[in-house]
């Protein structure tokens, strides 16, 4: 069936550095992703979204970046902090951002002082 | 301004009781979502509200599973005849018309 996933379980980065987190789809016809920034023991907190008529976003510090040939899609943070560590989610959906998501499993940042 | 607020926080109950979940979406947001978390795993759609349509059950698990959304309002998931399995994290979210949707703290399931 169709599934959204992360490249790799846990991503390890010095403080300052930038970080790059990847997940890949395969709905082809997604046409909605979001990532999510969820710290231990609370809900998922929006970081950034983007639609399938782009192919990239800015935000604070944010940068999301989608290829649809490839269905790819992937979330880079600048200078990354050490309240960035949490657990980030792509997120995905093909009936516009007002419909049901579908999650990939999820991706550990720990970010090294 | 509040955001998506869920009742209670953390609940214990037995194999086989009835249980309650309450959500409270952000004001004027039309868009109601409940998905369950498992431990390290990422978050499952169980049912979706969208104003007055039929709202969308596609993804509870079985049939001890209903929720309900009075007024447009506040949301009560129910769990019949709990089981082990049931224990999770229920998340609830909310969003504007074709909008993101935006998550509450969660309730934290367990079912000894």
């Known amino acids: 069936g169709e599934s959204v996933g992360l490249h790799l379980p846990t991503l390890s980065v010095q403080e300052g550095d930038n970080s790059i987190i990847n997940c890949a789809y395969s709905?082809?016809?997604?046409?909605?992703f979001i990532w999510y920034k969820q710290e231990s023991g609370k809900g998922p907190q929006f970081i950034i979204d983007i639609r399938s008529n782009m192919d990239k976003r800015q935000g604070q510090r944010v940068t999301v970046l989608l290829n649809k040939t490839v269905k790819h899609l992937s979330l880079q943070i600048a200078a990354t902090q050490p309240g960035d560590s949490a657990v980030y989610f792509c997120?995905?959906?093909?009936?516009?951002?007002?419909?049901?998501?579908?999650f990939g499993k999820g991706i550990t940042l720990s970010v090294r002082p | 301004g509040a955001g998506v607020s869920q009742s209670p926080s953390n609940k214990v109950t037995e194999k086989g009781k009835d249980v309650e979940l309450r959500c409270d979406p952000i004001?004027?947001?039309?868009?109601l979502y409940w998905y369950r978390q498992s431990l390290g795993q990422g978050l499952e759609f169980l049912i979706y509200?969208?104003?007055?349509?039929?709202?969308?059950k596609s993804g509870l698990p079985s049939d001890r599973f209903s929720a309900e959304r009075t007024g447009g309002s506040v949301s009560t998931l129910t769990i019949q005849r709990t089981q082990q399995e049931d224990s999770a994290v229920y998340l609830c979210?909310?969003?504007?018309?074709?909008?993101?949707?935006?998550f509450g703290p969660g309730t934290r399931l367990t079912v000894l």
């Open positions: 997120a995905e959906t093909s009936a516009g951002a007002n419909s049901k998501l579908t």
């Open positions: 509200f969208q104003g007055n349509s039929a709202p969308d």
């Open positions: 709905n082809s016809a997604s046409d909605y």
């Open positions: 979210a909310s969003a504007p018309r074709g909008d993101t949707q935006y």
């Open positions: 004001s004027g947001h039309t868009a």
